[in-house]
């Protein structure tokens, strides 16, 4: 495939769809064609399973049947939005993928490894990530973050989880960074949203060998 594909991971409110809408600002900037998408969801079908999925319905059923849900999610996505802008060369910047499934339905939810690797595997059918940005802060800057977004409202299923939840899944995505150094980046999420862009442009400039002068080649 002739693209790049770069996602974003982390924990609730810690900053993934302002860092990743600022990423893809610049390289639009910079004239790439860059396809900006989510999970779960991305896809029309995905993002009717999103529903599904935040509004706890799949998980009733058990962590196994929530998973099998993400991943048939998954590969409706990779297959109608994914695969197709990497092939025609996008840089494809996806918020969450694999390690939230890793993280959340296996690290915390306690699928095992075996089959969380099996449904990944089948879902994503060799879209993998080039890059894999994980951002991290202190789980008391995140939870402030969702609650000034949330502005009172009642969070969403997985939101509203407790603060030991938070810790667990913070130290689950660090465990991944550490486990996959090829593929994974810890970002340091804290300080004011220009300041972790600069680091984020940093790690993904470097790692995908992007330079500033591409609007100036096309
Ligand atoms: N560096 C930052 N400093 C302060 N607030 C931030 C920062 N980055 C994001 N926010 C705010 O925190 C909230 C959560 O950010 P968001 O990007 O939605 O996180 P996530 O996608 O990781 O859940 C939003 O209200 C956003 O405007
Ligand atoms: C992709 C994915 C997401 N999720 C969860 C993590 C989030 O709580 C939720 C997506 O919600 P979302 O609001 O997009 O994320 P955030 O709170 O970071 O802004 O779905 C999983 O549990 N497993 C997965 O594989």
Known sequence: MAGRFVTFEGGEGVGKSTQIR???????DLAHDVVLTREPGGSPRAERLRETLLSGGAKRFGTFAETTLIASARADHVDRVIRPALQRGAIVLCDRY????????????GLDKASIRSLERVATAGAWPDLTVILDAPVERSLERVANRAQ????????????????????????IAREEPERCVLVDAE????????RVWD???RRLGLTETKSRAV
């Open 152 to 175: 009172g409202a009642a969070g969403d299923r997985f939101e509203s989880e407790g603060r030991d939840f938070h810790g667990r899944l913070r130290a689950a995505f660090v465990e």
């Open 203 to 205: 790690v993904v400039s």
């Open 98 to 109: 694999v390690d939230s499934t890793r993280a959340y339905q296996g690290s915390l939810g």
């Open 191 to 198: 300080g004011p949203e220009p300041v972790v862009a600069g």
């Open 22 to 28: 600022r990423l893809a600002e610049r390289l639009r």
